[in-house]
């Protein structure tokens, strides 16, 4: 789906011709730097972050390469055919508040060289492993993305998995480089996953096992390339959609990519400091670390920020809340996530206590940034994988230290169980809230068809559907890599929670 409607716009669309002077020969330039960058992702915290870093680089002359950009899924095509028509130009609106002082800053992106849909342009995808000077690859594919999914070897089409394709990819560009350990690839997964880095390297592979891949080649995936692990920190909420025909009379443009994120941000990447030769993130001025130990970094984002929003966007969906900061300021709601932050998460994570209640109390300045509307459905986009990611470890902590169930993420759990249970009156995935709105299911459609029959007996108000709805999916290591039914009193508080919600299906 796209963000701006470019059919209605009143104003030209950006475009080498909507340039601001610096930008303009920026652009020129773009064409003449090599490729550099294989980027897997299209969306908009990519577009915010990582592209905006490159832009800065390539902007003091220390970069010096452009990126090609492809989509993760079929899903992103309409993002990518609106790259091309905006020449891969787009802008970025940074807001917020910084050192006390109002920010708002608006900056013309010219990175992307290439826009290649691997699904149409399987071959033109598999010739960017061919270029000499290529050197990383960055992705974003969400928690998800660097999962495991069989599929069968096929040279000549796409393969739907995004480890599968780079899998592929590599093996094109093994064989045209001979095995040259020099020809090796530095890979920056920014999916919020602990060693992501090292399980995109497992799952590549793996694939290569399935496939007698030769030991050559995989010795080669192993020794001649990097997979680092990397955190990511740094709030993009997408397309201003109440703001943009204004912002679109100001400018004089119109920007169906246009995204707006917050000032913070910040890169924290395992990895040794010789690497910014390479890559000169920090030499730009930018808040980048190449670090030994990425684990503190990792712990206190995903736990904090990333579990603080998946918390507030379960139970703020259910109850008929739409964004963070509306949610965060809630005279009800908003006291009841702040408990959830500061008594359920921060004590348990085995860090600086000091410095974590530090960090999560900037965490709230941030989700109380007045320029920013961050909605609560795009963070419940396949929140089952988040949930298990972010908070999941939270919650089993919390027991292990109390003996007794956290009652604010023993609720995010029983929010995010009933948005996953669907309307079948609705023709696609959709989940009928207690308001009597419909709410948009996002995820893996495989996983949804199983969650939708484990749904079943309860949909069709059998006796005890509902107890036996909430034992299938809590039990299903499929999704939770573990039993959640045997931690004890889970079930039976899911199913309190789920009851108060009944009435309002039927």
């Given at each position: 789906?796209?963000?701006?409607?470019?059919?209605?716009?009143?104003?030209?669309?950006?475009?080498e011709k909507s340039l601001q002077p610096d930008n303009a020969t920026q652009f020129q330039r773009l064409k003449e730097l090599p490729v550099k960058v294989l980027q897997?992702?299209?969306?908009?915290?990519?577009?915010?972050?990582?592209?905006?870093?490159?832009?800065?680089?390539?902007?003091?002359?220390?970069?010096?390469?452009?990126?090609?950009?492809?989509?993760?899924?079929?899903?992103?095509?309409?993002?990518?055919?609106?790259?091309?028509?905006?020449?891969?130009?787009?802008?970025?609106?940074?807001?917020?508040?910084?050192?006390?002082?109002?920010?708002?800053?608006?900056?013309?992106?010219?990175?992307?060289?290439?826009?290649?849909?691997?699904?149409?342009?399987?071959?033109?995808?598999?010739?960017?492993?061919?270029?000499?000077?290529?050197?990383?690859?960055?992705?974003?594919?969400?928690?998800?993305?660097?999962?495991?999914?069989?599929?069968?070897?096929?040279?000549?089409?796409?393969?739907?998995?995004?480890?599968?394709?780079?899998?592929?990819?590599?093996?094109?560009?093994?064989?045209?480089?001979?095995?040259?350990?020099?020809?090796?690839?530095?890979?920056?997964?920014?999916?919020?996953?602990?060693?992501?880095?090292?399980?995109?390297?497992?799952?590549?592979?793996?694939?290569?096992?399935?496939?007698?891949?030769?030991?050559?080649?995989?010795?080669?995936?192993?020794?001649?390339?990097?997979?680092?692990?990397?955190?990511?920190?740094?709030?993009?909420?997408?397309?201003?959609?109440?703001?943009?025909?204004?912002?679109?009379?100001?400018?004089?443009?119109?920007?169906?990519?246009?995204?707006?994120?917050?000032?913070?941000?910040?890169?924290?990447?395992?990895?040794?400091?010789?690497?910014?030769?390479?890559?000169?993130?920090?030499?730009?001025?930018?808040?980048?670390?190449?670090?030994?130990?990425?684990?503190?970094?990792?712990?206190?984002?995903?736990?904090?920020?990333?579990?603080?929003?998946?918390?507030?966007?379960?139970?703020?969906?259910?109850?008929?809340?739409?964004?963070?900061?509306?949610?965060?300021?809630?005279?009800?709601?908003?006291?009841?996530?702040?408990?959830?932050?500061?008594?359920?998460?921060?004590?348990?994570?085995?860090?600086?206590?000091?410095?974590?209640?530090?960090?999560?109390?900037?965490?709230?300045?941030?989700?109380?940034?007045?320029?920013?509307?961050?909605?609560?459905?795009?963070?419940?986009?396949?929140?089952?994988?988040?949930?298990?990611?972010?908070?999941?470890?939270?919650?089993?902590?919390?027991?292990?230290?109390?003996?007794?169930?956290?009652?604010?993420?023993?609720?995010?759990?029983?929010?995010?169980?009933?948005?996953?249970?669907?309307?079948?009156?609705?023709?696609?995935?959709?989940?009928?809230?207690?308001?009597?709105?419909?709410?948009?299911?996002?995820?893996?459609?495989?996983?949804?068809?199983?969650?939708?029959?484990?749904?079943?007996?309860?949909?069709?108000?059998?006796?005890?559907?509902?107890?036996?709805?909430?034992?299938?999916?809590?039990?299903?290591?499929?999704?939770?890599?573990?039993?959640?039914?045997?931690?004890?009193?889970?079930?039976?508080?899911?199913?309190?929670?789920?009851?108060?919600?009944?009435?309002?299906?039927?």
């Open positions: 789906m796209m963000e701006g409607n470019t059919e209605a716009a009143a104003w030209p669309l950006i475009g897997v992702g299209e969306g908009n915290f990519l577009r915010g972050f990582a592209d905006w870093m490159i832009h800065v680089c390539n902007r003091q002359g220390l970069f010096n390469g452009g990126v090609a950009v492809t989509q993760p899924r079929p899903s992103g095509k309409p993002h990518l055919d609106q790259l091309k028509a905006q020449q891969g130009v787009y802008s970025l609106l940074v807001r917020g508040i910084r050192e006390g002082k109002r920010v708002e800053e608006r900056e013309q992106i010219c990175v992307f060289s290439r826009m290649i849909d691997p699904y149409s342009e399987w071959e033109s995808f598999l010739e960017l492993a061919d270029g000499p000077d290529l050197e990383f690859v960055i992705s974003n594919t969400t928690e998800a993305g660097l999962a495991y999914q069989y599929a069968e070897w096929n040279a000549e089409t796409d393969i739907p998995s995004f480890p599968g394709k780079l899998t592929a990819f590599l093996y094109r560009r093994y064989n045209k480089f001979a095995g040259d350990p020099s020809r090796g690839l530095v890979h920056l997964p920014c999916e919020l996953l602990e060693r992501n880095g090292e399980r995109l390297r497992e799952t590549v592979l793996r694939h290569a096992d399935d496939w007698s891949l030769p030991d050559a080649f995989k010795q080669w995936v192993n020794d001649s390339n990097r997979f680092l692990n990397t955190l990511v920190d740094r709030i993009v909420t997408g397309y201003p959609t109440d703001e943009a025909e204004e912002l679109f009379a100001e400018w004089g443009y119109a920007d169906p990519l246009l995204t707006t994120s917050e000032p913070y941000y910040f890169w924290a990447i395992q990895g040794e400091r010789e690497l910014e030769e390479r890559l000169p993130l920090a030499s730009a001025g930018l808040n980048v670390a190449w670090v030994e130990d990425l684990v503190p970094y990792q712990q206190r984002k995903v736990r904090i920020l990333n579990g603080t929003h998946t918390m507030m966007a379960a139970i703020g969906l259910v109850n008929g809340l739409r964004e963070v900061r509306e949610a965060l300021e809630h005279p009800a709601w908003g006291p009841k996530f702040i408990r959830g932050l500061f008594e359920e998460i921060v004590p348990v994570l085995q860090l600086d206590r000091n410095e974590m209640t530090a960090y999560a109390n900037e965490t709230l300045e941030r989700f109380r940034n007045p320029f920013i509307k961050h909605k609560l459905a795009d963070i419940a986009m396949n929140s089952l994988s988040k949930w298990k990611v972010r908070l999941l470890p939270s919650l089993k902590a919390y027991i292990e230290r109390t003996g007794q169930l956290p009652p604010v993420l023993t609720e995010s759990l029983a929010s995010l169980l009933r948005l996953y249970r669907p309307d079948v009156t609705v023709a696609t995935p959709h989940s009928r809230l207690p308001d009597g709105s419909l709410f948009q299911i996002r995820d893996d459609p495989a996983l949804l068809e199983w969650i939708s029959e484990a749904w079943g007996p309860a949909i069709k108000g059998q006796a005890d559907g509902l107890n036996a709805g909430v034992k299938a999916i809590l039990g299903s290591t499929a999704i939770w890599e573990e039993d959640l039914t045997l931690l004890p009193g889970l079930v039976d508080e899911i199913v309190k929670h789920m009851t108060k919600w009944e009435e309002t299906i039927r």
